[in-house]
């Protein structure tokens, strides 16, 4: 599953998800265009949600192996709350965390909040990097989206 605001970030990801995997896709996306442009495909639901609204999200968690999550908004407490609040309720304990705030002090409670209710997390900081071994420039996006296939494919 992933939770996000539909970022260039997350678009890349799906792509590479589809692409290189089997896997089916359940998108909680603040983004309705994105959620339009996947809805007619066969292996992704695609949901037009807020993180905040905990029923919405832990109805649309209940089929999911894995969380991927993208907050950065005003409240990355109050989304990490909601996040682990429906987790719980759908008996979910696995969460792939992307930071990409610049918000230090929001991230650490976040960071917090996981430890204190046990959320076995892995966090993800995307940077621009070099692939040696073929000498080019990979996107943040692209290294995302490695990262996260491997992490879900373990």
């Known amino acids: 599953m992933i939770i996000a605001s539909g970022s260039s970030i997350e678009e890349v990801l799906i792509e590479q998800i589809l692409k290189r995997t089997q896997l089916k896709l359940i998108l909680y996306l603040g983004n309705k265009k994105m959620v339009e442009k996947y809805q ?29 999550a993208d907050i ?29 705030s610049k918000k230090t002090d929001s991230l650490n409670e976040s960071i917090h909040l996981l430890n204190r209710f046990g959320i076995d ?3 993800i900081q995307p940077q ?27």
């Open 128 to 154: 621009l990097t070099s692939n040696q071994a073929e000498g080019l420039k990979a996107t943040s996006s692209d290294v995302v989206a490695d990262q996260v296939i491997q992490l879900i494919s373990e």
């Open 72 to 100: 950065h908004g005003i409240d990355m407490g109050a989304e990490t709350k909601s996040i682990i609040v429906a987790m719980d309720q759908s008996r979910n304990n696995r969460l792939i965390l992307l930071n990409t």
């Open 121 to 123: 997390h892995t966090e």
């Open 40 to 68: 007619d495909n066969g292996r992704i639901t695609a949901i037009d949600g807020n993180v905040l609204k905990t029923q919405a999200l832990t109805k649309a968690m209940k089929s999911a192996d894995i969380i991927f």
